[in-house]
């Protein structure tokens, strides 16, 4: 009838539509950021500078806060800068996994021509 959603006390209304997309708003700032480092544009240093101000300031400020917009913008400003910090691990482990395969191709290579009989 009226929804199954009760509203939290203390809750403003635009603190209840971050906390309905903070989720949406942290996935689409870290594919942004993400792509800011694929494209040299933001160095690894300034991207986990930005992590640990991020989580410093969720930790400090947005955890006891009593707006829970401050409490909101924290959160995704912290998560997003997080998952920033998985894009260049990702590639590491991805430059990691190709140099591997390259290799045993040539290892399997070498193998097959010094044992190939003329």
Same mark, same amino acid.
């Given at each position: ?28 700032? @870290?594919?942004?950021?993400?792509? $800011?480092?694929?494209?040299? =544009? !933001?160095?690894?240093?300034? *991207? &986990? +500078?930005? /992590? %640990? #101000? ?24 912290? @998560?997003?800068?997080?998952?920033? $910090?998985?894009?260049?691990? =990702? !590639?590491?482990?991805?430059? *990691? &996994? +190709?140099? /591997? %395969? #390259? ?16």
């Amino acid at each position: 009838m009226f929804g199954t959603h009760a509203i939290e006390h203390g809750s403003s209304r635009s603190g209840r539509w971050l906390r309905e997309r903070r989720l949406r708003l942290t996935l689409w700032l @870290a594919a942004a950021e993400g792509l $800011l480092y694929l494209f040299h =544009a !933001l160095h690894w240093w300034a *991207a &986990v +500078a930005l /992590a %640990v #101000i991020a989580v410093g300031f969720w930790w400090f400020a947005g955890r006891s806060s009593r707006s829970d917009v401050v409490r909101n913008v924290a959160w995704v400003f912290a @998560a997003s800068q997080l998952l920033v $910090l998985c894009v260049p691990i =990702a !590639l590491g482990l991805l430059k *990691a &996994v +190709a140099i /591997a %395969v #390259i290799a045993l191709i040539a290892i399997a290579a070498l193998i097959f021509l010094f044992t190939e009989r003329p």
